[in-house]
């Protein structure tokens, strides 16, 4: 039996039963906690020589921006995950610090941001930003068929897709991003078992 982290099954369950189905170049991001990745290349599902393969959310989108939990700066996770997006409200005074106050993160944005707070929306827009870098990053590199978001932060991200869409065609200049391949989890809570059920039964091929 092959083991993969959750991420790297989510992006499994994507594209045996989700928003990738039937393809054969995904990738798989979610914005989360932190920010983990899959990706699904030729048919197989990578894994990497050491099982951690896809850490897109270790990629730096701001060389000066704030640390990151692994010790370097301005990864896409300090700058847009929810844990990194907890330590700049707090940075900036506008959150109390309390022990894992990332936890229900979501339900905090999503009221500020329904009540007009522009100082909580000014560093949304700016995650947002740092979150289409990531992304033109990853469809430069790989050119994949679809580039699915998922995880507790993707359905605050879906609302904002027009401005997120607006970011990634000003910033994808080498090649525009075609209509369809940011696509967004339709079963985000429960994709990552699917996705581990099909990778132990042999339903999608692992590389690595």
């Not at 944005?109 to 700016?126: C, T, Y």
């Not at 979150?131 to 590199?141: I, K, R």
């Not at 339709?186 to 339903?203: D, K, S």
Request: proline share 3%; hydrophobic share 45%.
């Amino acid at each position: 039996m092959r083991l993969v982290n959750d991420a790297c099954a989510a992006c499994a369950g994507e594209v045996l039963f989700g928003a990738a189905v039937g393809l054969r170049r995904a990738l798989y991001l979610t914005i989360s906690t932190g920010i983990g990745g899959g990706a699904v290349m030729g048919g197989a599902l990578l894994r990497g020589d050491r099982g951690n393969v896809a850490e897109f959310g270790h990629t730096v989108v701001r060389p000066d921006g704030p640390l990151c939990d692994c010790g370097a700066q301005g990864c896409l996770e300090a700058m847009a995950s929810a844990s990194g997006l907890y330590h700049r409200f707090v940075a900036a005074g506008l959150l109390e610090e309390q022990e894992r106050g990332w936890a229900d993160l979501g339900y905090w944005l999503k009221d500020r941001l329904e009540s007009g707070d522009q100082d909580v929306a000014r560093i949304w827009d700016d995650a947002l930003s740092c979150l289409a870098v990531g992304l033109v990053n990853l469809w430069n590199s790989f050119v994949p068929q679809a580039i699915v978001l998922g995880g507790g932060l993707s359905a605050l991200v879906q609302d904002a897709s027009d401005k997120l869409l607006a970011e990634l065609d000003r910033r994808a200049c080498l090649m525009p991003v075609p209509e369809g391949v940011i696509r967004f989890s339709e079963n985000r809570h429960t994709i990552p078992l699917l996705g581990a059920a099909g990778v132990a039964g042999g339903w999608l091929p692992v590389e690595g």
